[in-house]
């Protein structure tokens, strides 16, 4: 769904995968994250999945999807809250702050968390509730489109009292600016920013 969203800014769209423009695979993701660890990103991560997903049903996760983005040159921030009594509250303030930034450039946000991963794209604060806007990808887009026309959202719009867990990592991309060759380089490190 990120990737999605990346393809259309034009600057961006040429940079990833074979700048075509097409929208890739499965399979076609799976060899760019194995030929981003061949590059040098990550190597620890790349060591733990056994430097192979490709052809396999492997789960990859936050940092996974943070090589594939720093290996096509995209600024990433990944953030984690963890360990903290109010670990759900202060990512909801964060994302909250997050999708009232003033600018241009704001894409959907990747969420980790207890195995699963969806894509934030807004938050929604009304009369009933912060609610946090999200594209499930446990939810079909037939169904999701269903309930859209229906004028219904249950599927889009997760009330803040879901979000139980105590760890949670965000995905960000920073900037439509494509990295330097020597913060490139730099990226191949990954890090995590702890949120407190």
């Known amino acids: 769904m990120l990737i999605g969203y990346l393809y259309t800014i034009q600057e961006i769209r040429s ?9 890739p695979d499965i399979i076609t993701i799976q060899e760019a994250l194995e030929y981003a660890w ?4 990550d190597l620890t991560g790349a060591a733990q999945l056994g430097h192979k997903v490709k052809g396999t049903n492997k789960w990859i996760g936050t940092t996974e999807v943070a090589v594939l983005l720093s290996f096509f040159k995209l600024r990433v921030g990944i953030y984690e809250f963890k360990n903290i009594q109010n670990s759900s509250h202060q990512m909801i303030q964060w994302i909250t702050d997050y999708f ?6 704001l894409p959907p946000l990747y969420l980790q968390y207890a195995g699963h991963s969806i894509s934030i794209i807004g938050v929604e604060i009304g009369s009933r509730g912060t609610h946090i806007l999200v594209f499930d990808p446990a939810n079909s887009g037939q169904y999701i489109k269903k309930e859209l026309g229906q004028s219904r959202f249950r599927t889009v719009r997760f009330p803040v009292t879901r ?4 760890e949670y990592q965000i995905i960000t991309i920073k900037d439509s600016t494509l990295l330097d060759e020597l913060a490139w380089e730099k990226s191949k490190n990954l890090i995590i920013q702890r949120e407190f």
Not at 38 to 41: A, P, Q, R
Not at 100 to 105: A, G, I, N, S
Not at 163 to 166: G, L, M
């Open 100 to 105: 009232h930034q003033d600018r241009e450039f």
């Open 163 to 166: 979000f139980k867990s105590t």
């Open 38 to 41: 061949k590059c040098g990103f």
């Open 15 to 23: 940079a990833l995968f074979d700048g075509s423009g097409n929208l």
